[in-house]
Nanobody
Framework: VQLQACGGGSVQAGGSLRLSCETT????????MGWYRQAPGDEREMVAQ???????DYAEAVKGRFIISRNNAKSAVYLQMNNLKPEDTGVYYC????????WGQGTLVTVSS
């Protein structure tokens, strides 16, 4: 099983980034896919998730700014991040969950003011 996240980088506040996570080794369409982030000194927190039925859920802090989507044909999940804020800084991880969870390696997002 592999979850390969990419798309992180450094942007100024108000900018946008699009994260991608490609997966292999799982029945992607059956998994709940999620994006989590961990800021320095903080615990990992859920940012957004999308079910196999395409229902979505977002952390309050990102509602209206982030959009999660999935492409089952490509076994990939995406996170479009708009109007980024310095508090969005952290390492972003993708997660696949179908009872058992798998994590990607993380991609760093840095937002400067």
């Amino acid at each position: 099983v592999q979850l390969q996240a990419c798309g992180g980088g450094s942007v100024q506040a108000g900018g946008s980034l699009r994260l991608s996570c490609e997966t292999t080794g799982i029945l992607f369409s059956a998994n709940i896919m999620g994006w989590y982030r961990q800021a320095p000194g903080d615990e990992r927190e859920m940012v957004a998730q999308i079910t196999s039925g395409y229902s979505t859920d977002y952390a309050e802090a990102v509602k209206g700014r982030f959009i999660i989507s999935r492409n089952n044909a490509k076994s990939a999940v995406y996170l479009q991040m708009n109007n980024l804020k310095p508090e969005d800084t952290g390492v972003y991880y993708c997660r696949a969950d179908r009872g058992r969870s798998y994590w990607g390696q993380g991609t760093l997002v840095t937002v400067s003011s």
